[in-house]
């Protein structure tokens, strides 16, 4: 269960690093990387930070990238949120897989506008 405070700290952290992507891809061009969520631990000492990477085809790529820039992402981070936090947490990025999934599903229903519709039987 998550409390008041960790889900006020994760919607700061959501916001402001949703802010920095914005800044660092829009010199990149035709990439788009969302904050999904952001998970905070009780003691605050961790995010888990779940990104959502347009276009998928290079999301692993631009995932290793921002894990390598971690550090600088953290300091702006810090630097953003100093007012409210007096320590940073570490920030830990991963993969927001949640749109794959539910799309595999709709596709496995034959919920989905790419998936052939089942032809009606005939009499």
Request: a positive charge; aromatic letters at 6%; hydrophobic letters at 35%.
């Amino acid at each position: 269960m998550e409390g008041k405070r960790q889900a006020k700290i994760a919607r700061l952290l959501q916001r402001e690093l949703s802010e920095i992507f914005r800044r660092q891809t829009a010199a990149m061009g035709n990439v788009i990387v969302s904050v999904s969520a952001v998970r905070v631990t009780p003691d605050l000492s961790i995010a888990k930070v779940y990104l959502s990477i347009f276009p998928p085809e290079k999301s692993n790529e631009i995932l290793e990238n921002i894990k390598r820039q971690s550090k600088t992402c953290r300091y702006e981070l810090a630097q953003a949120v100093k007012q409210t936090l007096r320590k940073c947490p570490d920030l830990q990025f991963y993969l927001d897989d949640s749109l794959d999934y539910a799309e595999n599903i709709d596709r496995l229903l034959g919920l989905s506008p790419t998936a052939p519709a089942p032809e009606a039987p005939k009499e």
